[in-house]
């Protein structure tokens, strides 16, 4: 079973600038996760898509964040303008009801 | 207000020493336990997890943890410690369909020769 891909491995932008971020989880995953996980912390929850529905966005800068789950499969996280304390790991995890989750290696986002 | 609290931040163990990694949590409901493991650079993996029945669930690489529903803990166990287990170990709890599920902060497992 493939896992959970994401890309890229690791990002470098400017205070301001745009950044994506890709994630397709395992096949036949209904719920996809984004979590923020800052240097020395536990991830935290951005967004929850449940097929191509959001069902939790509550922890989500909607200022400058935004995801979408285009077709209940692929997703991407975007952030527009990027500043200093957005610098952190950007997990993808998916998951089958009950059984936990499967993450992806992440993104290592930088921003200088 | 559901939290998870892991108390230790790092811990330092011989190899071939027993380990135990403390959770507490609070959560309203009857929760469901997880156990990551997230090794340098990568993503989290699962360890174990917990539903319902039997409180000592085993886990992947030699892991079990036991759920005590009195002292809201879920700690995590190994007998016997080898250099590979070296690592950050997330504690994380939820609901059903996964829905707010939260992590603690983490304990930094250290293992010396």
């Known amino acids: 079973e493939a896992g959970v891909a994401q890309s890229p491995r690791y990002k470098i932008i400017e205070k301001r600038q745009s950044v994506a971020f890709w994630c397709n989880p395992i096949?036949?995953?209904?719920?996809l996760y984004w979590y923020q996980q800052i240097l020395g912390q536990g991830p935290k929850l951005l967004i929850q898509?449940?097929?191509?529905?959001?069902?939790?966005d509550s922890q989500l800068p909607k200022d400058r964040f935004s995801a979408e789950r285009l077709k209940g499969v692929d997703s991407t996280l975007k952030i527009q303008p990027a500043k200093l304390e957005d610098s952190a790991v950007y997990l993808c995890?998916?998951?089958?009801?009950?059984?936990?989750?499967?993450f992806g290696s992440g993104t290592r986002l930088t921003v200088v | 207000a559901q939290s998870v609290t892991q108390p230790d931040i790092h811990i330092t163990v011989s190899e071939g020493a027993s380990l135990e990694l403390r959770c507490n949590y609070s959560?309203?409901?009857?929760?469901?336990l997880f156990w990551y493991v997230q090794s340098p650079g990568q993503g989290l993996q699962l360890l174990l997890k917990y539903f319902s029945g039997d409180t000592l669930v085993q886990g992947i690489k030699g892991f079990e943890a036991e759920f005590k529903r009195s002292q809201s803990s879920f700690n995590l166990r190994k007998p016997s410690v080898h250099w590979s287990d070296a690592a950050e170990y997330f504690c994380?709890?939820?609901?059903?369909?996964?829905?707010?599920?939260?992590f603690g902060a983490g304990t930094r497992l250290f293992v010396k020769a």
């Open positions: 995890a998916s998951s089958l009801e009950r059984n936990g989750y499967t």
């Open positions: 959560y309203g409901a009857t929760p469901y």
């Open positions: 096949s036949g995953h209904a719920t």
């Open positions: 994380a709890v939820g609901a059903t369909g996964g829905f707010k599920t939260i």
């Open positions: 898509f449940q097929n191509n529905g959001v069902v939790d």
